[in-house]
Structure formats: structure tokens, C-alpha cells
């Protein structure tokens, strides 16, 4: 059965710090990687996507890493921005996702 | 191209009624799942859908609740005598492709079950 961690649980910075969100699974055999967003009381928003062929992916100021064989995802915010404050959640599987509990991120401007 | 759309958006029951939340895919999409946020806790996976066709029910809770994708129309999750354990956002998501491949996938806005 198919765990996802997500450390830290909550986090706080200064606006322009460049930060990592750090995902762990336990099935290696992991076919998708999806890092979402989700604001207060809003629905989910798909940021990245890493298939288990790819090591990385980039969107603007987004990073998304996967090791399979060490069970780990990391998602990389450069210059961050407090308009990036939010749930960040991770997600792995087949055709269905396990999902992490979520990083709650806090930008100060 | 619109999003995942689910309605309605905030449902109140009364313990014992029914709930019938409802989702349409992504244009083109005919892959849906469910998932359920109960509070203080990370999103559950529910249930898979293809139309007409249920691929994976394994999350979904063994009485009560029934998913069904028809070949017309959106797809309906359904929840019989509610309970107020029920209570939760639930989350709709479809996507182009059921497994391999770019199995991205696009979530609607939730519908936000209250029981009282």
C-alpha cells in the first residue's frame, strides 16, 4: 500500500527565499508524480507532473524533482512570493493518487 | 476549454437524507475519480470511473455510497442516509488517460458537504 509523507508540515519565510518541499513514498514502483496547490477552502490546482521516466520538471519559478530509488520528490521555490502562500500537496500512483498531508506554506512579505 | 466543474458547490443535509454531488470532466476527459477531505485530514481516493464503467471502487466506503459515470451526462456521486461523519469536502478530477502514459490530473472546486 502505497504512503506518502510530506516534511515540513507547516513552514514560514520572508518573501524572496528560495525554499524546498520535501515528499516521500514508499512504492518505488511509483508511476506518476503530481505536486498540486490548494487554497483555503479552494480546490486543487495542479502545478507539476513528473512521470516515472522523467527525473525533473519546470514551470517558472517551480522546480519538481523524483528519485524513485530512493522514494522522494522535491519541489524547488526560487524568489518566493507571498502570493506562493498556500497548502502544497503531493500526490502518487497509477491511475489513482495517494496524497500526502500538505506543507502549509507562509510567505511574509 | 472549461475546467472540472462540480455542483453544487456547498450542500447541507439533514442525518438521514440523501446527497447527490455531481462532476463533468475536462472537455475530452473521460476518465473521472473521486476523492474525500474529511477535516484535519489529506484527500482519500474514492473512487475511478470510465462511462458506464466503474474501474476502482477500492476507497469508497462499503454501504451508503454509490459513484456512477452514465454515458450521458456528468458523473454522480451519491450518499444514502447521511451521517454527520459524512461531513467533508469532496473532490472531483478527471483526466485524459486511466493509467500510464500522462495521467495528469485536473481537479474541480469541491462540493462541501454539511450534515447537521
Known amino acids: 500500500k502505497q504512503e506518502v509523507t510530506q516534511i515540513p508540515a507547516a513552514l514560514s519565510v520572508p518573501e524572496g527565499e528560495n525554499l524546498v518541499l520535501n515528499c516521500s513514498f514508499t512504492?518505488?514502483?511509483?508511476?506518476?508524480l503530481q505536486w498540486f496547490r490548494q487554497d483555503p477552502g479552494k480546490g486543487l490546482t495542479s502545478l507539476l507532473l513528473?512521470?516515472?521516466?522523467?527525473r525533473e520538471q519546470t514551470s517558472g519559478r517551480l522546480n519538481a524533482s523524483l528519485d524513485k530509488s530512493s522514494g522522494r520528490s522535491t519541489l524547488y521555490i526560487a524568489a518566493s512570493q507571498p502570493g506562493d502562500s498556500a497548502t502544497y500537496l503531493c500526490?502518487?500512483?497509477?491511475?489513482?493518487?495517494?496524497f500526502g498531508k500538505g506543507t502549509m506554506l507562509l510567505v511574509s512579505p | 476549454n472549461a475546467g472540472v466543474m462540480q455542483n453544487p458547490r456547498h450542500l447541507v443535509r439533514r442525518r438521514g437524507q440523501e446527497a447527490r454531488l455531481r462532476c463533468s470532466p475536462m472537455?475530452?476527459?473521460?476518465?473521472v475519480y473521486w476523492y474525500r477531505q474529511l477535516p484535519e485530514e489529506g484527500l482519500k481516493f474514492m473512487v475511478y470511473?470510465?462511462?458506464?464503467?466503474?474501474?476502482?471502487e477500492s476507497g469508497m466506503p462499503k454501504e451508503r455510497f454509490s459513484a456512477e459515470f452514465p454515458k450521458e451526462g456528468p458523473s454522480i456521486l451519491r450518499i444514502q442516509q447521511v451521517v454527520r461523519g459524512d461531513s467533508a469536502a469532496y473532490f472531483c478530477?478527471?483526466?485524459?488517460?486511466?493509467?500510464?502514459?500522462?495521467?495528469?490530473?485536473?481537479f474541480g472546486p469541491g462540493t462541501r458537504l454539511t450534515v447537521l
Open positions: 513528473i512521470q516515472s521516466s522523467q
Open positions: 470511473l470510465q462511462k458506464e464503467n466503474i474501474i476502482d
Open positions: 500526490a502518487g500512483g497509477y491511475s489513482t493518487l495517494t
Open positions: 472537455k475530452g476527459h473521460s476518465h
Open positions: 478530477a478527471s483526466s485524459p488517460l486511466g493509467d500510464r502514459g500522462r495521467n495528469e490530473q485536473f
Open positions: 512504492d518505488s514502483a511509483i508511476y506518476n
